[in-house]
Each structure stands twice: as C-alpha cells, then as structure tokens.
Nanobody, 116 residues
Framework: QVQLVESGGGLVQAGGSLRLSCAASGSIASIKAMGWYRQSPGKERELVAGITSGGGTKYADSVRGRFTISTDNAKNTMYLQINSLKPEDTAVYYC??????????WGQGTQVTVSS
C-alpha cells in the first residue's frame, strides 16, 4: 500500500506561482511512476504532469513550460512547481502513484484557485 498526502494549494493571483507537494509513505519501493492530475468543476480529470522512477517526465500541452514536476527521493516527496498561473488552472490537484503491480493510488487532493 502507498499513502499520498498533498499540500501547498491555495488562493493566488493570476501570474503568480505555487509549489504543490506530495508526501508518499508505505511501500515506496513499489512505485514506478507518479503524477499530478487536476479536475475543475464540470470538467473531466486530466493528467497535467507525470514522472517515472527513472526521471522521465511528461506534461500536458496546456501546462508545458509553466509546470515542472520533480521528486526528492530522500524526502519521499514529489513536487509540482506551477508558474505563470492562469484562472483556468483553478482546480483540485491530485497526486497519483502507480506501483509495479499496476495498482493506482490517489491523494485526497489540494485546491488551487487562481483569481484574475
């Protein structure tokens, strides 16, 4: 089992920055990939960024160049640096992890609200 706890969300003005954190615990060694999803009211949940255990990253077109995903293995923590925030980035952001046995784990989510 893997437990994920997000933090770092909040209210920020357009153009501002936030750093989201996702602390992982439990069967850390079984994690092969992690990522961040977001969901806005009335919209489907979308993958915004992902990172593999080997360090490979991918981003949604809508966030590439503004979002940066990273991990600190010593702290068992994943980050999402969000710059140049836009009102359309307003959403609940979820941390996810996939284990080597293809199980998926989700955090509880953290709200990001961007005011114009």
């Amino acid at each position: 089992q893997v437990q994920l706890v997000e933090s770092g969300g909040g209210l920020v003005q357009a153009g501002g920055s936030l750093r989201l954190s996702c602390a992982a615990s439990g069967s850390i060694a079984s994690i092969k990939a992690m990522g961040w999803y977001r969901q806005s009211p009335g919209k489907e949940r979308e993958l915004v960024a992902g990172i593999t255990s080997g360090g490979g990253t991918k981003y949604a077109d809508s966030v590439r160049g503004r979002f940066t995903i990273s991990t600190d293995n010593a702290k068992n923590t994943m980050y999402l640096q969000i710059n140049s925030l836009k009102p359309e980035d307003t959403a609940v952001y979820y941390c996810v992890a996939e284990s080597t046995d293809k199980r998926g784990y989700w955090g509880q989510g953290t709200q990001v609200t961007v005011s114009s």
